[in-house]
């Protein structure tokens, strides 16, 4: 499966975003999708993550309340509303997925990059104040 995150952009500190992970093969409906997010100079972090359904999310403590992952299965795309955008959420967003279908369920595994076998490339978000 192949991934394309796509929807950052320049913007100023209280604006929003919706980023988008483009899934190349209907299958993205059994994988979970995850974003994470790596800043300049820091290691690539957990964001959010979904499962296959939907149906359960769970965020990182610093994103909770203006962050929003959901997913479009029908059109084989995920998504991350960010809200009320920070200087700090400046970096490069990734999105990830991963056939182990109960992942999200652990605290430790949904946080863990290498639980996720498919990555998209990233898109560049750069929040000024």
């Known amino acids: 499966v192949q991934l394309q995150a796509s929807g950052g952009g320049l913007v100023t500190a209280g604006e929003s975003l919706r980023l988008s992970c483009a899934a190349s093969e209907r299958t993205f409906s059994d994988l979970v999708m995850a974003w994470f997010r790596q800043a300049p100079g820091q290691e690539r972090e957990f964001v959010a993550v979904?499962?296959?359904?939907?149906?359960?999310?769970f965020y990182t403590e610093s994103t909770k309340g203006r962050f929003t992952i959901s997913r479009d299965n029908a059109r084989n795309t995920g998504y991350l509303q960010i809200n009320s955008l920070e200087p700090a959420d400046t970096g490069v967003y990734y999105c990830a997925a991963s056939s182990s279908r109960h992942s999200y369920l652990s605290s430790l595994k949904r946080r863990t990059r290498n639980t996720y076998e498919f990555w998209g490339q990233g898109t560049l978000v750069t929040v000024s104040s």
């Open positions: 979904i499962s296959s359904t939907g149906g359960t999310t």
